[in-house]
């Protein structure tokens, strides 16, 4: 990645946060631990992940404009929330299975090999 892109994804996440911040005190906490957990299994990339978690305070934006309390737009149960929310985009547990799966292969390709040639 170069310079100018990391100083340029900067810029955006600081705005991303700017918008955070401005939540309600109880939206925040939420979507901090909501945060967190996303980073954990969340998006590959900078722009999936951002994506995801703008979408997040765009309606928490709406909640907040509206009234409701925080778990009225999130649900009681948030992991499962955020867990609906990453199940269409890869995720870094996705490209973890990913590696483990074709180094597998790529092994037991190998072990095969080793079998043949004894033969």
């Known amino acids: 990645m170069k ?7 900067k810029k955006i996440w600081r705005a991303h ?9 109880d939206y925040r ?7 967190q957990y996303i980073f954990k299994i969340g998006p590959v990339g900078f722009e999936a992940g951002l994506d995801l978690l703008s979408g997040i ?3 928490m934006e709406d909640g907040a404009k ?11 149960d948030v992991a499962a929330f955020c867990d609906a929310l990453v199940a269409e985009v890869p995720t870094e ?3 973890a299975q990913e590696l483990a799966v074709r ?3 790529k092994a037991l390709q190998h072990a ?3 079998v043949k040639q004894k033969k």
């Open 93 to 95: 547990l996705d490209a």
């Open 29 to 35: 906490i939420v979507y901090a631990e909501m945060q």
């Open 112 to 114: 095969v090999e080793k």
């Open 103 to 105: 180094e597998t292969a």
């Open 57 to 59: 305070v765009s309606l």
């Open 17 to 25: 946060m700017r918008r955070v911040k401005k939540l309600p005190r």
């Open 3 to 9: 310079l100018q892109e990391m100083i340029a994804q």
């Open 66 to 76: 509206s009234g409701k309390d925080v778990l009225d737009v999130t649900g009681r």
